[in-house]
Nanobody, 127 residues
Framework: QVQLVESGGGLVQAGDSLRLSCTAS????????MGWFRRASGEERAFVSA????????YYKDSLRGRFTISRDNAKNTVYLQMNSLKAEDTAVYYC????????????????????WGQGTQVTVSS
């Protein structure tokens, strides 16, 4: 089992930045990918970004590329999501996820391929 704990959410103004963190514990050796998803009020959970745990290859929702940056610190078992130039439409609960066997680039984008989830952290951007 893998436990994921997110932190870093909060209330910010449009144009501000936030950095989310997600620390994994437990059977870390079993993970080969970690990602971020978000769910806005009244909407389904949507892919934000992902990173392969060993190679560090990154994936982004096209509309967020350039504003959001995912990174990892393997020594700390932590993945980060740096969010810049935040907009009101970025308001959502952000979830960290980890996958054991994401073996194709296309699979990083789909929540069904992730095995573990954090509890979520609220990000609210006021306009």
């Amino acid at each position: 089992q893998v436990q994921l704990v997110e932190s870093g959410g909060g209330l910010v103004q449009a144009g501000d930045s936030l950095r989310l963190s997600c620390t994994a514990s437990g059977s870390i050796f079993s993970i080969n990918a970690m990602g971020w998803f978000r769910r806005a009020s009244g909407e389904e959970r949507a892919f934000v970004s992902a990173i392969s745990w060993r190679g560090g290859r990154t994936y982004y929702k096209d509309s967020l590329r350039g504003r959001f940056t995912i990174s990892r610190d393997n020594a700390k078992n932590t993945v980060y999501l740096q969010m810049n130039s935040l907009k009101a439409e970025d308001t959502a609960v952000y979830y960290c996820a980890a996958g054991r066997d994401i073996d194709s680039s296309g699979n990083y984008y789909f929540s069904a391929h992730y095995d573990y989830w954090g509890q979520g952290t609220q990000v609210t951007v006021s306009s």
